[in-house]
């Protein structure tokens, strides 16, 4: 049997052969643009680090004349004691993330998976306290926190002022809604026939939960678990208002500690911003793989 290609088939083949993929040149123009704007700031910072001010003095800060080194970055780092102070972050961002994730999890589980009718309005609550600022919310937290009575083998200060617990509840808090309404979506594009399947077989609620649904949402952990890094490392407001004392400070206030009384030191004050910034850019790049696969991962369908 022989099969004729007709002049429409002739003309489509030569038309699709001959046709090449469209370049979005606009749009890599404009990706280009906001990679410079974003890319600025931190580059004239890392700029600035690394000259000594005399030749800043000198010169100007846009001028390219002048010694460089890292001087600056060593000064900052003995001066401003961000050894102690990257501790401090640790503690503070680490139980932070994990209570964040963990406590998510379970609100995006019960609203996703469990049918039952105040599951959607649970859902728009937590997502609405992400609309509050924290300034409006500033005075009555200090207020609580200071009359808070607690034993002083628990909190030197007697309350749950100047003390990481603090902060380590206001982060969890204000985080959650973000976190409960990313994770719901993800759980809702999984099949029902898993946790029906489960059912099936016996899995009570916490079995579908932990043994079903978490393992599934990994990618979606790893990308919120960069972003909640990335948040509450560089939260600045919250310790500096319910932490009083300087030895339990995270490192994004040790930059306090490079101002000057009369005269700043601009070049200083980059480099000690600059060390800020390597954590959360480790991470990044190091998760980076996870951050974009949880954040493309149901983009598209078929």
């Given at each position: ?15 699709y052969s001959g046709s090449r993929p469209k370049r979005h040149y606009g749009t890599h123009l404009i990706l280009l643009v906001l990679a410079v704007m974003w890319l600025l700031p931190l580059g004239w910072s890392l700029y600035t680090a690394l000259r000594p001010v005399e030749s800043t003095n000198q010169y100007g800060y846009f001028s390219v004349g002048g010694a460089f080194n ?233």
């Amino acid at each position: 049997m022989t099969v004729v290609a007709t002049p429409t088939d002739l003309a489509r083949g030569t038309e699709y052969s001959g046709s090449r993929p469209k370049r979005h040149y606009g749009t890599h123009l404009i990706l280009l643009v906001l990679a410079v704007m974003w890319l600025l700031p931190l580059g004239w910072s890392l700029y600035t680090a690394l000259r000594p001010v005399e030749s800043t003095n000198q010169y100007g800060y846009f001028s390219v004349g002048g010694a460089f080194n890292f001087d600056n970055f060593v000064t900052a780092w003995n001066q401003g004691g961000f050894s102690k102070y990257f501790w401090n972050s640790v503690i503070i961002t680490v139980p932070s993330v994990i209570l964040t994730l963990f406590l998510s999890s379970l609100m995006a589980f019960a609203v996703s998976r469990v049918s039952w009718k105040f599951n959607i309005t649970l859902l728009i609550m937590f997502t609405a306290g992400n609309l509050l600022p924290p300034q409006v919310l500033a005075a009555p937290l200090f207020q609580m926190f200071k009359h808070l009575t607690l034993p002083y083998w628990f909190s030197d200060s007697g309350t749950l002022l100047n003390t990481y617990i603090s902060v380590i509840a206001v982060d969890t808090a204000f985080q959650i809604g973000f976190c409960t309404f990313v994770l719901s979506n993800y759980m809702k594009a999984l099949s029902p026939d898993l946790t029906e399947a489960a059912l099936v077989d016996g899995a009570g609620i916490w079995r579908q939960y932990w043994s079903v649904i978490m393992p599934l949402c990994r990618p979606a952990f790893a990308a919120l678990g960069t972003l909640e890094v990335i948040f509450i490392y560089n939260d600045f407001f919250w310790p500096l208002l319910f932490i009083q004392s300087g030895d339990r400070l995270p490192v994004t206030t040790a930059i306090n500690n490079l101002q000057g009384v009369f005269l700043s030191n601009y070049n200083l004050l980059a480099a000690g911003a600059t060390i800020t910034v390597i954590p959360t850019l480790v991470i990044y790049l190091l998760l980076q793989r996870q951050f974009v696969a949880g954040l493309t991962l149901g983009s598209s369908k078929g």
